[in-house]
Nanobody
Framework: VQLQASGGGLAQAGGSLRLSCAAS????????MAWFRQAPGKEREFVAA????????RYTDSVKGRFTISRDNAKNMVFLQMNSLKPEDTAVYYC???????????????????WGQGTQVTVSS
């Protein structure tokens, strides 16, 4: 699976951005999808994940209620709607894919086989 993330940019605190990730190469609906992020000087961390059907989602606590992950299997796309942005959301955001797995392991980046190139999100205060 080839993944291409886009939609990053500069936003003010309290603003919104919508990230997109386009997938190609394999049957998209066979893969769980996720977003991870890496802030300067920090390790990459889990943000959100969605099951292959879209029926199951997980979020890291710091984005619950602010971010929403969704997917469109007909268009081979996954999205991350980010609202009420905070400066601490500043990071490079990566989309990732893995074959269907347990919802219990959705946050484990080692379980993801395919990664996009990342898109920069910068939130100013």
């Amino acid at each position: 699976v080839q993944l291409q993330a886009s939609g990053g940019g500069l936003a003010q605190a309290g603003g919104s951005l919508r990230l997109s990730c386009a997938a190609s190469g394999r049957t998209f609906s066979n893969y769980d999808m996720a977003w991870f992020r890496q802030a300067p000087g920090k390790e990459r961390e889990f943000v959100a994940a969605i099951s292959l059907s879209g029926s199951g989602t997980r979020y890291t606590d710091s984005v619950k209620g602010r971010f929403t992950i969704s997917r469109d299997n007909a268009k081979n796309m996954v999205f991350l709607q980010m609202n009420s942005l905070k400066p601490e959301d500043t990071a490079v955001y990566y989309c990732a894919a893995r074959p269907k797995g347990s919802i219990l392991t959705m946050a484990r980046q080692g379980r993801y086989d395919y990664w996009g190139q990342g898109t920069q999100v910068t939130v100013s205060s």
